[in-house]
């Protein structure tokens, strides 16, 4: 390994998705035959999903606690020295704990990928990267010490326990996970239920629906119940490592880009990806490549008359109704694929 890099600080504070991809970088850095120490700079919310990963030391920043946070913060790490910072998060949040980590080599994103001038609270940069997924772009960090290439593999935490209803027959599983903290990502609820009824009827599946507390996702959850009484509902009901523990017992996660998405490629579930707003190649769920619906590309192309490897890399479409491009009879060919 590079300059043999033996305390590594590892600054991502958020969210659950791109947490997950971290999970890759720390799998690789404790595969090494003499690993790091490695420590991770982590939000409260995201921690409640990693604890009791193993080799990891864990500071815990509570954003919501304001300024104060920061100074608490600083009291953690003040006596602590690295050999190396991993600063894989451009925001300025992150960018100002980072002016409290002392090692010699601050590593970040080059200038050209950078966001929230990232670029200016580093000293070291990893390659320019050209439209390549998020996860690949985090293994870059690893690149620049010199590491082998390999197919990205996950260190996981340990998953919780949850009552799954009784499932006598031993149906399979599909789990419907409808939203994204972001709306304009989310299909349609009516869809939704279409799903959930030819799942039911025609492939006799075991169909939950799960996530978090917010009202669209409860509204959802209620709605697909209404119109289709035998599905299990339980938006709302499980904490983020219960969640995990029902994406393993699962034979299929239907869902947009969220969080859940790259949960299932932790534990090697099939994501059915539903793309139209952001690009796959970008941030699919990295290997359910051949169940992930794009309609990303035909989005961009009504949007700005040209193809997405000519625009900026990235770029979101966020019109009303472009999940819509999404339809019924897409969604029903991936379950085959997936179930038949």
């Known amino acids: 390994m590079k300059n043999n890099y033996k305390n590594i600080c590892i600054l991502r ?27 991770w700079i982590v939000g409260k919310n995201e921690m409640t999903f990693l604890e ?18 920061f100074w608490q913060l600083y ?23 980072s002016m409290f980590i002392k090692a010699p080599v601050k590593l970040g994103f080059a200038k050209k990928n950078s966001k ?14 050209t439209q390549s997924h998020i996860l690949e772009t985090m293994l870059s960090f690893c690149d620049y010490l010199n590491l082998p290439k390999t197919l990205p593999k996950f260190s996981l935490p340990p998953d919780k326990f949850y009552p799954l209803p009784p499932n006598p027959t031993k149906k399979q599983i599909l789990l419907i996970c409808p939203c ?17 009824k030819y799942a039911l009827k025609i492939l006799d599946l075991q169909v939950i629906i799960a996530g978090g507390n917010t009202k ?21 009901k499980t904490e983020l490592k219960q969640l995990l523990y029902i994406i393993k017992k699962s034979s299929a996660v239907l869902c ?47 949007k700005h008359n ?12 966020k019109d009303p109704g472009t999940m819509n491009r999404i339809t019924i009879e897409d969604v029903v060919l991936k379950l085959h694929q997936i179930f038949t």
């Open 13 to 39: 504070l958020s969210a659950i998705g791109d947490v997950c991809h971290t999970l890759a970088v720390i799998n690789k850095l404790q595969s090494l035959p003499d690993p790091p120490k490695i420590t």
């Open 306 to 317: 040209k193809s997405a490897k000519d625009l900026k890399w990235g770029l979101r479409v």
């Open 116 to 129: 929230d001038m990232q670029y200016l609270w580093t000293n070291n940069k990893i390659k320019y990267i």
């Open 216 to 236: 669209i996702e409860k509204e959802y959850g209620d709605y697909i119940q209404q119109k289709q009484h035998k599905v299990i509902n339980l938006v709302g």
């Open 75 to 97: 009291q953690k790490i003040k006596n602590k020295k690295f050999d190396i910072l991993f600063h894989m998060q451009m925001a300025m949040r992150a960018s100002l704990i």
């Open 180 to 196: 994204s903290v972001h709306s304009y990502r989310n299909w349609s609820v009516s869809s939704y239920a279409e799903i959930a």
């Open 256 to 302: 947009v880009d969220s969080a859940p998405a790259h949960m299932a490629t932790l534990v090697a579930t099939p994501v059915i990806g539903l793309y139209a707003c952001t690009n796959p190649d970008r941030a699919r769920p990295y290997y359910s490549q051949n169940t992930t619906i794009d309609r990303y590309q035909e989005a961009v192309m009504a």
């Open 52 to 69: 009791g990963l193993s080799g990891v030391d864990f500071i815990v920043f509570d954003k919501k606690k304001g300024i104060k946070e």
